[in-house]
Nanobody, 124 residues
Framework: VQLQAFGGGLVQAGDSLRLSCAAS????????VAWFRQAPGKEREFVAA????????YSSEFAKGRFAISRNNNKNTVFLQMNSLKPEDTAVYYC??????????????????WGQGTQVTVSS
């Protein structure tokens, strides 16, 4: 499975961005696709996850109400719509695919496939 993340950029506080994660290869090896982010000097943190099938999604507390994860199965693509961006959202955003169990959805170690990351910078 190959994952390619794109859509990052430099925006101002309050703006929106939509990140995309395009999956190719045998995506049956992944039940979920998740977004993680890592800011300079900080640990990687979970943002949101979505299953390829069904309606199940997971979001971190900071993402609820501002970020929305969705997918297009026809294009094997997962999106992260980010609204009302804040300077503290500045980070490299990675998409990841895997087959985690419910209790490990938010753990990076549960995902075996990672995209290359896309930089999001939010200026104040």
């Amino acid at each position: 499975v190959q994952l390619q993340a794109f859509g990052g950029g430099l925006v101002q506080a309050g703006d929106s961005l939509r990140l995309s994660c395009a999956a190719s290869g045998d995506i049956s090896n992944t039940r979920y696709v998740a977004w993680f982010r890592q800011a300079p000097g900080k640990e990687r943190e979970f943002v949101a996850a979505i299953a390829w099938h069904g309606t199940t999604t997971y979001s971190s507390e900071f993402a609820k109400g501002r970020f929305a994860i969705s997918r297009n199965n026809n294009k094997n693509t997962v999106f992260l719509q980010m609204n009302s961006l804040k300077p503290e959202d500045t980070a490299v955003y990675y998409c990841a695919g895997g087959r985690p169990i419910t209790s490990t959805i938010r753990k990076g170690s549960s995902y075996g496939y990672w995209g290359q990351g896309t930089q999001v910078t939010v200026s104040s």
